[in-house]
């Protein structure tokens, strides 16, 4: 008698379960539905140009990192000055993203290249700060050395 008792509450159990986990899902699927609004966080790539010939480490910005890329690059002074020449090995950031009607941003060596559907625009990065920001936030997903050698080129 007992092992049924106890097998009527695991069940009453489990449909109490089964039916609260339904609810949520049900309210989640609601609130999520599109409303002319994007659904999905908007997430930015980083690439690091940084090798010829093999592939560029990589990481990724959650949608709170794009966030606060699209701040601080909105915080940056509009310059006219143009981009260094691009030299062998570390030739900056690059970043690709859907954030802010922003298609790619490139970061090197003071100044940032920000690519709209309307065309580009530049912005003074100032002891290379966001560049520098950057890297720190994607150094858990870089090799420990990639990091360290892009600390060294920052404070050429």
């Known amino acids: 008698m007992d092992i049924q008792r106890s097998a009527a509450r695991v069940t009453v159990a489990a449909l109490l379960f089964a039916t609260v986990a339904l609810v949520l899902v049900s309210a989640v ?7 002319g609004e ?3 966080p908007e997430l930015a790539t980083v690439e690091v140009e940084l090798y010829s010939g093999r592939e560029n480490p990589r990481f990724t910005l959650t949608a709170t990192g794009t966030g606060e ?3 601080r690059l909105a915080l940056l002074s509009p310059t006219n000055e143009l981009a260094a020449a691009e ?3 570390y030739r ?3 970043v690709e993203t859907d954030a802010a009607g922003i298609s790619e941003i490139h970061l090197f060596n003071g100044v ?3 690519e709209r559907a309307e065309g580009a625009a530049r912005r003074s990065d100032p002891g290379r700060e966001l560049e ?4 720190d936030v994607g150094a858990e997903q870089l090799a420990e050395e ?3 050698f892009l600390h060294v080129e920052l404070n050429r």
């Not at 699927?29 to 409303?35: D, L, R």
């Not at 520098?132 to 890297?135: C, H, K, V």
Request: hydrophobic share 45%; charged share 15%; no cysteine.
């Open 29 to 35: 699927g609601s609130s999520m539905e599109n409303k």
């Open 38 to 40: 994007a659904v999905g």
């Open 69 to 71: 890329l699209i701040n």
């Open 87 to 89: 030299p062998l090995g």
């Open 92 to 94: 900056g950031l690059r």
């Open 112 to 114: 940032i290249t920000v």
């Open 132 to 135: 520098r920001w950057l890297i």
């Open 146 to 148: 990639e990091v360290t």
